[in-house]
Nanobody, 127 residues
Framework: QVQLVESGGGLVQAGGSLRLSCAAS????????MGWFRRAPVKDREFVAT????????YYADSVKGRFTISRDNAKNMVYLQMNSLKPEDTAVYYC????????????????????WGQGTQVTVSS
């Protein structure tokens, strides 16, 4: 069982920055592909970013490419999402996800490919 706890959300003005953190339990964290997803009001949850177990491979949704950066610290069992140049349309609940089953690819973008989810952290960007 893997537990994920997100933190770092809050209220920020458009153009500002936030860094989300996700703390993971488990002794094999470096084997997990990690991802960030978000759910905006009245929308489905969508992919934001993913990172391989080693941290060497990353992939982003087009909507955040160039503004968000995903990273991880395997020694601390942590994954981060640095969000810059925030826009009102980035307002959402952000979720951390972990894939612990067999890893074939280095990154995954579909929700069904992840096994564990955090409770989410709210990010609100005001205009």
């Amino acid at each position: 069982q893997v537990q994920l706890v997100e933190s770092g959300g809050g209220l920020v003005q458009a153009g500002g920055s936030l860094r989300l953190s996700c703390a993971a339990s488990g002794r094999t964290f470096s084997r997990y592909v990690m991802g960030w997803f978000r759910r905006a009001p009245v929308k489905d949850r969508e992919f934001v970013a993913t990172i391989s177990g080693s941290g060497g491979s990353t992939y982003y949704a087009d909507s955040v490419k160039g503004r968000f950066t995903i990273s991880r610290d395997n020694a601390k069992n942590m994954v981060y999402l640095q969000m810059n140049s925030l826009k009102p349309e980035d307002t959402a609940v952000y979720y951390c996800a972990a894939r612990s089953r067999l890893v074939v690819a280095t990154t995954y973008v579909y929700q069904s490919e992840y096994d564990y989810w955090g409770q989410g952290t709210q990010v609100t960007v005001s205009s």
